[in-house]
């Protein structure tokens, strides 16, 4: 069965500072599909990537970046000079893809970052 | 805007009433979901459907009934329930395949 794990329960850091949320997962299948959201306050998932197990390219989209790593099971997000607006509850997923697509998404439990001024 | 929207936002009720939550998704997709999130866990699916089919029932208790009319809707309606079901319930939407999930803002419910 699939797992996701977001080891640190909470994280501060200052307004500026870099940051790693980690996520370990575990599955059986060759093909899956990796996720990050982010829950601001307002309590709504905000989708910011999407990486299948056959792309371990890491990927940077402005402040935000991912180190996927198949061989330690890992799909890490750092955030570069974080900023206040960062703040919210970030949620690490796995999805096995099959026919039954969508049943198969495994949330891990929430990494909330607070960025303090 | 994400294109899935859920009513109320928040709603107070007592263990002896019935209730209703409403999903719409404007986004022309397939499959609709039911999540709850409570306090220190993680997120929990509790319904799917797909094409207004019901194909997944995690386990929830009877007073948690689904409804899915159409593809754009789905309802979860409420009765009897229990403090422990407090929680943010959070509707989800999602094109064919396993791309990703659109949620909606969420339902605070507080069961008194």
């Known amino acids: 069965a699939q797992k996701v794990t977001q080891a640190q329960t909470e994280i501060s850091v200052v307004e500026k500072e870099d940051v790693t949320l980690d996520c370990v997962y575990e599955?059986?299948?060759?093909?899956?599909?990796l996720f990050w959201y982010k829950q601001p306050p307002s309590g709504e998932l905000v989708f910011l990537i999407r990486r299948n197990s056959f792309d371990e390219q890491n990927e940077i989209s402005g402040r935000y970046s991912w180190n996927f790593q198949k061989s330690t099971s890992s799909f890490n997000f750092t955030i570069t000079a974080s900023q206040v607006v960062d703040s919210a509850v970030y949620f690490c997923a796995l999805s096995e893809g099959g026919d039954n697509y969508g049943q198969n998404f495994v949330f891990g439990p929430g990494t909330r970052l607070s960025v303090l001024p | 805007e994400t294109g899935v929207t859920q009513t109320p936002r928040h709603l107070v009720m007592g263990m002896t009433n019935k209730k209703s939550l409403k999903c719409e998704q404007h986004?022309?997709?397939?499959?609709m979901y039911w999540y709850k999130q409570s306090a220190k866990k993680p997120l929990e699916l509790m319904f799917v459907y797909n094409f207004k089919e019901q194909t997944e029932n995690n386990s929830v208790p009877s007073r948690f009934s689904p409804e899915c009319p159409n593809s754009s809707h789905l309802f979860l309606h409420l009765h009897t329930l229990q403090p422990e079901d407090s929680a943010l319930y959070l509707c989800?939407?999602?094109?064919?395949?396993?791309?990703?999930?659109?949620f909606g803002s969420g339902t605070q419910l507080s069961v008194l």
């Open positions: 599955t059986r299948d060759t093909t899956y599909y």
């Open positions: 986004l022309g997709h397939n499959a």
């Open positions: 989800a939407s999602s094109p064919l395949g396993y791309e990703k999930l659109f």
